[in-house]
């Protein structure tokens, strides 16, 4: 296994697996496999009879995954349930999973360690490289493309919107003075410059901007909207959706999908209020601090406007 799979710790694990409510027998998709965390746990709990769907766009998180399940499967021998492997967007299950043939479907819609961590991926500014930020390096185009091509107007709206970064006019003023921008750590330091820390923060001042550059890049609310479209349709009656979300516009979406789903008899939520990590798991894994889970049981064939 892998130092980063090694390192690697899945948010609210436990909290997923009861929520999902895995059984021996049955078909559960794992919409975002990442470093197989919470995969590696559901294929223990399936036997020789269930089904593992699992997505990842990521090819270098896909191929990991690959390997950790290898590992877990080889470990459980006949016991091992079957594994699908898909490396698109979880957008696209619609196209690899039948309707009503799902009994669990979990989506973490957070960033993986494994991007965090390869300075070659663009994502985070901790450590320079190139500005690229893609989850799906098959796509286009890129975060350099973006912040070098997109009009300043384009880049306020769009850090605004995705970043909720109110100074968005002042660091798009900023960004299109300093162009061309090729680097992570050449972008950190002209967002800081232009708009720094103040006080009551706790986080650099660029993250927003990335969080912001990054969601659009990778088009992902439109990802998230997608499958909770399209996850009443996958799931038997009684089947269960768990999704983690890390910043308030995933989890908005989330609520807002789920509250309307109840009230048309789709869904019953088993989550009054998001599930959030203890301060034992935030410890443990800093970058879980932020996490919110939410699940619902699809009820029989409600469609009630």
């Known amino acids: ?8 710790v899945p948010v609210l694990l436990k909290d997923a697996i009861e929520f999902l409510h895995v059984r021996t027998g049955t078909t ?10 919470h995969a590696a746990e559901i294929i223990r709990r399936l036997g020789p009879q269930g089904h593992l769907i699992g997505f990842d766009r990521d090819s270098e998180a896909l191929e990991l995954a690959r390997l950790r399940l290898d590992e877990v499967a080889s470990e459980l021998g006949s016991l091992a349930p079957r594994i699908t492997l898909i490396g698109e967007a979880f957008s696209s299950i619609t196209r690899h999973v039948e ?7 979990l989506a973490d819609f957070g960033i993986s360690s494994l991007q965090l961590g390869e300075a070659h991926r663009g994502f985070s500014f901790s450590a320079d490289g190139p500005l690229d930020m893609r989850m799906d390096t098959r796509s286009s185009p890129d975060a350099a493309q973006v912040v070098n091509e997109a009009s300043e107007r384009e880049l306020a709206n769009l850090i605004y919107e995705y970043g909720e970064e109110r100074r968005s006019r002042r660091i798009a003023r900023a960004i299109v003075r300093g162009r ?22 706790r986080i650099h001042p660029a993250t927003r901007t990335f969080q912001a550059l990054r969601i659009y890049v ?3 609310l439109d990802e998230i909207r997608a499958l909770l479209e399209a996850a009443p349709k ?6 269960r959706l768990v999704v983690i979300s890390f910043h308030s516009l995933e989890d908005r979406i989330a609520k807002d999908s789920l509250r309307e789903g109840a009230h048309k008899g789709i869904w019953e ?3 009054k209020k998001p599930v959030t990590p203890d301060e034992e798991e935030i410890e443990i894994n800093p970058r879980s601090r932020s996490a919110k889970l939410r699940a619902a049981e699809r009820q029989g064939t409600g469609t009630r406007e």
């Open 180 to 201: 061309p921008v090729t680097t992570t750590g050449q972008l950190a330091r002209i967002v800081a410059t232009a708009a720094p820390a103040m006080k009551q923060d």
């Open 218 to 220: 990778n088009r992902e």
């Open 28 to 37: 559960v998709a794992d919409c975002t496999l990442g470093m197989a965390g």
């Open 1 to 8: 296994m892998t130092n980063q799979g090694k390192r690697h």
């Open 269 to 271: 939520i088993l989550t």
């Open 99 to 105: 309707p009503a043939s799902l009994d669990g479907i």
């Open 234 to 239: 996958l799931l038997k009656p009684s089947g």
